[in-house]
């Protein structure tokens, strides 16, 4: 079974309309992590968590939220969805060094 | 603000050939991670690199730290069909945070 798993791996939505993507890990790692990957400009972080009670802002959370529901569990919300939301996210889990392990990714678009 | 570029941004080449791919920035990392990511997958490491100057091989993969720790690279030699991916550098900062910044990636072919 796959340490890192996201649901779902496929998503289409209509603009304004909520959707939750969510993260499940393995690992045992406390800290979670939410990319955006749009083509040309690499992974860019949305939010992260250290811990259950730790949640931070990356580099472009505006229209984003999350929820650490238990240290295995990680979500995305997008409270109302935009056609420039349209990309590829992927969750992503460490220990305290550098090296990040991803899930599947969900393709999402919003029409 | 993008703090990594990596050129070529695609590179489609024969198989056998060889090739390298970099990853610069004006910034100063604690750490360069490389990953390859493949259609429908998420990325996955290859490599760590930590003191400038550092070199670490991975079979027919060859992958440098600059000196200064701002930039890197990656060479293949004699590429195969199955190096094709997308590759990305991503540096890392000691900062409270111990967050890591992608690269722009770099999409190789290499054609049979």
């Known amino acids: 079974d796959a340490d890192v798993t996201q649901t779902p791996r496929n998503r289409i939505t209509k603009t304004g309309k909520r959707i939750m993507l969510e993260c499940s890990q393995t690992?045992?790692?406390?800290?979670m992590y939410w990319y955006r990957q749009d083509p040309g400009l690499g992974l860019r972080l949305i939010y992260y968590?250290?811990?259950?009670?730790?949640?931070n802002k990356g580099e472009i959370s505006d229209g984003y939220s999350v929820s650490r529901q238990a240290q295995a569990k990680f979500s995305l919300s997008l409270e109302s969805a935009i056609p420039n939301q349209t990309a590829l996210y992927f969750c992503?889990?460490?220990?305290?060094?550098?090296?990040?392990?991803f899930g599947p990714g969900t393709r999402l678009t919003v029409t | 603000t993008q703090l990594l570029e990596q050129s070529p941004q695609f590179l489609s080449i024969q198989e056998g050939e060889n090739l390298t791919v970099y990853c610069n920035s004006s910034?100063?990392?604690?750490?360069l991670q490389w990953y390859r990511q493949e259609p429908g997958e998420g990325p996955v490491l290859l490599v760590t690199?930590?003191?400038?100057?550092e070199v670490k091989k991975l079979k027919r993969l060859t992958f440098q730290f600059g000196d200064a720790r701002k930039d890197s690279s990656l060479h293949i030699t004699a590429a195969q069909p199955g190096d094709t991916g997308l590759y990305l550098c991503?540096?890392?900062?000691?900062?409270?945070?111990?967050?890591?910044?992608f690269g722009t990636g770099t999409r190789l072919t290499v054609i049979p």
């Open positions: 992503a889990t460490s220990d305290w060094g550098y090296e990040q392990y």
């Open positions: 690992k045992g790692h406390d800290r």
């Open positions: 968590s250290f811990d259950v009670k730790d949640i």
């Open positions: 910034s100063v990392f604690s750490s």
């Open positions: 690199v930590v003191t400038g100057g």
């Open positions: 991503a540096g890392g900062r000691q900062t409270g945070a111990n967050n890591l910044f």
